[in-house]
């Protein structure tokens, strides 16, 4: 990735390291935050921030059901939609635009079947807050159904938030709560090695989300 400035002169560079980068989309979140989506003819959509940060990578459509093996996937641009919805151009492929976003309720029903038979249900949070938009702070209807109804069937869930604190106070009391205040890879890497006692979890909360979570709340080293 190459930025010039308007003159035209090289003002920095950098590189994923991807074999054969080919669209290039850049957007700006209601947040005011701006991102690079970056299609690889080798199957890969990246998103990315304006220095070059992985911030999310697209599934290959043959891993999430929408394709089968036997079909080509040569993706060749993006787009995004105003409610964040992303659509994916299969320019050199099978030749469809694929579209991802918010589950289907029908996923979401195959979801909670699947925590019936779980020991301890486990919600990945990445909500981030979104100016002027109606219930930025809160995490999405559906999903927030589904985390309700995993807590009122009995079962033991954790949450794990990687994004903004304050959706906390919306959702059940779980068994287990943990807040990285951020979604970078090492914050996620991190939030795993706790769920699996690989690392001992400490911090307090610097802000008072709700009445269960005060300011300070947490655990001391």
Not at 75 to 99: C, F, K, M, R, W
Not at 130 to 154: F, H, Q
Request: net charge negative; aromatic share 10%; charged share 20%.
């Amino acid at each position: 990735m190459l930025i010039f400035d308007q003159q035209g002169s090289v003002q920095d560079w950098w590189t994923l390291g991807l074999s054969g980068a080919h669209g290039l989309t850049w957007h700006r979140e209601a947040s005011g935050q701006e991102f690079l989506y970056i299609t690889d003819t080798d199957g890969r959509i990246v998103k990315t921030t304006l220095d070059g940060k992985i911030a999310l990578e697209l599934a290959h459509p043959a891993k999430i059901g929408a394709y089968t093996d036997k079909e080509s996937y040569i993706p060749t641009e993006a787009a995004i939609a105003p409610n964040g919805d992303i659509y994916v151009a299969d320019g050199y492929g099978s030749q469809h635009v694929l579209s991802f976003g918010m589950m289907k309720p029908e996923e979401i029903e195959r979801a909670f079947s699947a925590t019936r038979t779980a020991d301890v249900v486990v919600f990945g949070l990445f909500t981030r807050v979104r100016a002027y938009v109606e219930d930025a702070i809160k995490v999405a209807k559906p999903y927030r159904a589904l985390i309700e109804r995993t807590a009122t069937s009995g079962r033991n869930f954790a949450l794990l938030n990687f994004g903004n604190p304050y959706v906390m106070a919306d959702l059940p009391k779980p068994a287990f709560s943990l807040c990285t205040f951020s979604d970078a890879t090492g914050s996620i890497t991190a939030a795993v090695e706790v769920l699996f006692g690989e690392l001992k979890p400490q911090g307090q909360l610097p802000v008072r989300i709700s009445e269960r979570y005060p300011f300070g709340h947490g655990l001391k080293g």
